[in-house]
Nanobody, 125 residues
């Protein structure tokens, strides 16, 4: 069974940084991505990356977040800078076959991919 395990969440103040990590047992040719969800809202895609390192970002993440991966460690990272209170959410990583651009469709990823259990990020004002 494919498994993804996130880590690195926590509570920080506005303007600070965090780096999330996700170790996956999925094949290295899978695209990977980060998503986030707050209570009562739909899960949204934050960023996606394919096996060659091509990246895609949601508008809310551009310029502040960086997604990267280390295939030798089967790990994907999300470096988050200048965090804002509105970034507060549970962050999930996922891996799926196909285009990394699919991160914009969490439902599409859910249909074909695997998910981690989530890690909480809280940004205080």
């Amino acid at each position: 069974q494919e498994e993804l395990v996130e880590s690195g969440g926590g509570t920080v103040q506005s303007g600070e940084s965090l780096r999330l990590s996700c170790v996956a047992s999925t094949p290295n040719h899978y695209s990977m991505g980060w998503f986030r969800q707050t209570p009562g809202k739909a899960r949204e895609g934050v960023a996606g990356i394919d096996t060659s390192g091509t990246t895609f970002y949601a508008e809310s993440a551009k310029g502040r977040f960086t997604i990267s991966r280390d295939n030798s460690k089967r790990t994907v990272y999300l470096q988050m800078e200048r965090l804002k209170p509105e970034d507060t959410a549970t962050y999930y990583c996922a891996a799926w076959p196909g285009s990394a651009a699919l991160f914009r469709s969490p439902a599409g990823v859910r249909d074909r991919g695997s998910w981690g259990q989530g890690t909480q990020v809280t940004v205080s004002a």
